[in-house]
């Protein structure tokens, strides 16, 4: 499938579950597609047993892996098929407690070859969301 | 346990095999400690089909997840017990195609509550290592 | 002058260009402050013949240091008087050409010793902005 | 003149003291050419009044802007004439307070269209060089 800026959003979205099913990685850590727009993404993570560190907070790598997640899937379609992450950097500002993580990704800027994307990551405790990491890297266009 | 700069190499290790045996989120991921001592570790992520992404390659997220606990043991102990990763970038150099990836982290300066650590990443395929992916970021020293 | 949550706007902004008036390299850019509150900031950059590279474009090291103050003005007042730039990332999305810069500074969250905080840098040309850098830090309290 | 991996040390060397003579913002900070070779570079940068910020130390700026620039000087040789810094990062270790900052580049690894290269930035004191700052980042060919 062949993706530019003229596909619909039902198709991206379509292409996109088609992805992240085919993702052994992301179906192992229960990550799902909540909504994806050209250049905007939201994706969902279970905070089980699983994702934790020894002192029972979700570990910095599964948000990490979370916030790549976003990220590419924001910046990825406006690259076309086969984008990848680049680089991104992420700052954690509180401990991932509660039931389950939402990352958000949306594309601040892109050029011929690139997304820059950023990606908040909250964490969902009781019904409320608060920022637990935040993260900003680059979508590049396959074979560039 | 409490940690310094006067720990034997041999209880810094001890130490580190119980937090990373007590990483649900590490253990999933197959994590091994291969080496470790004040500012500096190694350690080993097989490559399964959990680990991939839709194209067959290593996820960006899995080798970041690798990158992060680098980071952490090379830093953490200089900064006692409890410390966490603050922050980190990651720039991806090729492909994780292979039998292991393997992360090596290095304290570059440290201060009264902060270490500044780089790890590479290497891509093992047929007993060859290659940079697949290298990373820079922050162990914060616990409540600072 | 000591600087809390509480500190009146006006007491802020008159704070704010006794520090940037007692900066040389910032004198030395001609970087003005044009608007500050708690967790933003405004600045303004001209740009002249001195803040380009070899191509006629503004260096990217003069829009770094314009990133870097926009982080740390926007940062620093939450962290206290005497709060440093701990370290930041930009990514570059076009060359800097026009009369001036413009960087805007927003605190995303902190915490007791930290303010991670975003900054998107726009270049003037004819009256028109356009995102040309945007970096994301982390501002550090003094002594943490 | 165009560069790649066969251009002679001594043609790299004479393209870039021309380079950074016609950059008017690294004369403005005083930058020098200490060593350039593939995938490495040295600078050399006076600690000046100009320099400093209101507490006396080196702004931050002023050393992220050399660590840019050696970030391009090391990969941009590599990648051919015109590259330029897509992004980077910059730890801070220590207040920059002495006589000059030495900024060394070195190329981490590389591929068709980015290199991936760190900086140390070193603070000379009495004689003696500690680092003061690390950075990472990417330099994209021109084009890409």
Redesign the interface.
């Known amino acids: 499938m062949s993706l530019d800026e003229n596909t619909p959003d039902t198709d991206l979205e379509a292409h996109a579950r088609e ?1 992240l099913s ?5 179906q ?2 229960g990550v799902e597609l909540v909504t994806i727009a050209h250049g905007r993404s939201e994706l969902r993570m279970p905070i089980t ?7 029972g907070f ?5 948000i ?3 916030a ?2 976003a990220l ?1 899937f924001a910046g990825g379609p406006m690259m076309g098929g ?1 984008a ?11 401990p991932g407690i509660g039931e389950a993580m939402i990352a958000r990704g949306q594309v ?7 997304a ?1 994307v ?1 990606a ?1 990551v909250m964490v969902l405790a009781d019904g409320v969301e608060k ?1 637990c990491a ?1 993260a ?1 890297g ?1 979508i590049m266009k396959p ?2």
């Open positions: 992805i085919g993702q052994a990685f992301s192992m850590l047993d699983s994702h934790k560190q020894h002192l979700t570990h910095g790598g599964a990490a892996s979370l790549d997640m590419a086969g990848v992450t680049q680089e991104f950097k992420i700052n954690y500002l509180r601040v800027g892109s050029g011929r070859s690139q820059v950023r908040d920022l935040t900003q680059t074979g560039a």
